[in-house]
């Protein structure tokens, strides 16, 4: 098994004449690279999730990330991590995406598609190939996932994903 495991409030600082398109600012990417990379070290994934509210932040909430003996990886973020995540939010402040790392190459897992952490009409989920590796590369290196109408659907890097989220350039 190669595992490894709302939209915009009106206002926000993350709208820019699309309707509810979300702007990763380069200080979270950055910080979440630096995150995942870390991890790696390790070899093992890592997790975090963007919010929105008068500015864009990384939350990275405790987690138990594990590895095999097989090099098989995942990552969880249980009871005392979910709390994390809760304490984390401040009024008028939402979760817009998640992100996490894989060892390889960046994609939803079925693991991916069940978590729920995210699944909202307009939700963001990120994947960073390469253990943190690929965003050196930027955005267009990771998978990128909406949730709409129920499910997740990929949005390729290109004018597609643009509509919907894009990166801040250093
Ligand atoms: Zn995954």
Redesign the pocket.
């Known amino acids: 098994m190669r595992n490894?495991?709302t939209s915009q409030q009106p206002g926000s600082p993350q709208q820019d004449g699309f309707a509810s398109r979300l702007v990763l600012t380069f200080g979270v990417l950055d910080e979440a690279r630096k995150f995942f990379e870390d991890r790696g070290t390790f070899g093992l994934e890592g997790t975090a999730m963007i919010k929105a509210g008068a500015s864009l932040d990384l939350v990275i909430p405790r987690q138990r990330a594990h590895r095999d003996a097989y090099g098989h990886v995942n990552v969880e973020v249980a009871r005392e991590g979910q709390m994390d995540l809760a304490l984390a939010l401040v009024t008028d402040e939402i979760y817009v995406a998640r992100i996490?790392s894989?060892p390889g190459d960046a994609f939803h897992?079925a693991?991916?598609d069940a978590n729920p952490v995210i699944s909202f009409e307009g939700g963001i989920s990120i994947?960073v190939p390469f253990f943190g590796l690929g965003l050196r590369r930027g955005l267009d290196a990771c998978a990128v996932y909406l949730f709409t109408g129920g499910s997740w659907a990929e949005l390729p890097a290109g004018p597609q994903r643009d509509r919907c989220v894009v990166a801040e350039k250093p």
């Open positions: 490894h495991h996490h894989h897992s693991a991916d994947v």
